[in-house]
């Protein structure tokens, strides 16, 4: 009975193998930002749309096209009396908050 190589027998399984090596390997070296990744997206939208609908007077509606991600906002709200604005991504949510005409805004704490 002859032995033949694992990669002979099941090529595409070996592809496969192989291919999961390498993006464990590249997602091991990358940890750290893709850990921030999470965050970046409700804050970005937070801070962006605070900006262009308070600090540049932009209409509602221009803005919220101009914050527009290809990934989802599961969840925003823009409260125009206290002019802060929240949005929430991938789990996380963030506030962005209208300081002043000098200061414009700021990522709430």
């Known amino acids: 009975m002859k032995r033949r190589a694992f990669f002979r027998r099941h090529p595409l399984l070996g592809l496969v193998l192989v291919a999961l090596l390498l993006l464990l390997g590249w997602s ?3 940890r750290v930002a893709l850990q921030a990744f999470p965050d970046i997206l409700g804050a970005y939208t937070a801070k962006e749309y ?3 609908r308070y600090v540049m007077q932009q209409p509602a509606d221009y803005c919220r096209a ?3 991600q290809y990934l989802p ?3 925003f709200s ?3 009396q ?3 604005v929240t949005a929430s991504a991938l789990g996380r949510t ?3 908050l209208w300081l002043g005409p000098r200061e414009g805004c700021r990522l709430a704490p």
Request: net charge positive; hydrophobic share 20%; charged share 25%.
């Open 94 to 96: 963030h506030s962005a």
């Open 78 to 80: 823009d409260e125009p």
């Open 28 to 30: 091991w070296q990358h």
């Open 66 to 68: 101009y914050v527009r």
């Open 73 to 75: 906002i599961n969840g």
């Open 50 to 52: 605070c900006s262009c």
């Open 82 to 84: 206290s002019r802060r």
